[in-house]
């Protein structure tokens, strides 16, 4: 079964990324959202589909720590990958508080991303 999974990024150009990298037979993108504001609408529109959401912290319109709390308050099941740019690894304390299940740092390699994600979702 795929892993059907949310991205949420503010930058289009990392929204194509993990789309690109996770051009695999194990993963479905079920949907995607530029801020945190219409991550947590896209889950309450595909929530029996989504497995997994790769959640950027710094964004405008609920940044992701508020995106992930709010997902989690819905859905405590979901896994949620956080991803933080170089530079940001403080904020990954507030991302566990937050319910986050694991993190990356961008920029990373198409492995580091699909080993995070089949280490949540299998762990």
């Given at each position: ?30 949907a ?34 508020k ?40 920029p ?16």
């Open positions: 079964m795929k892993t059907g999974i949310l991205i949420v990024d503010d930058s289009e150009f990392m929204r194509q990324r993990v789309k690109s990298a996770l051009a695999d037979d194990d993963y479905r993108i079920v995607e959202a530029p801020n945190g504001a219409w991550a947590i609408q896209k889950y309450k529109e595909n929530a029996d589909e989504v497995d997994l959401v790769l959640m950027d912290i710094v964004m405008r319109k609920a940044n992701g720590l995106a992930t709390a709010a997902i989690k308050k819905l859905d405590d099941d979901v896994r949620v990958i956080m991803c933080t740019s170089v530079g940001q690894r403080q904020k990954i304390q507030l991302a566990a508080r937050a319910g986050a299940d694991a993190y990356i740092t961008k990373f390699e198409d492995e580091e991303l699909t080993d995070a994600i089949d280490g949540v979702v299998t762990g």
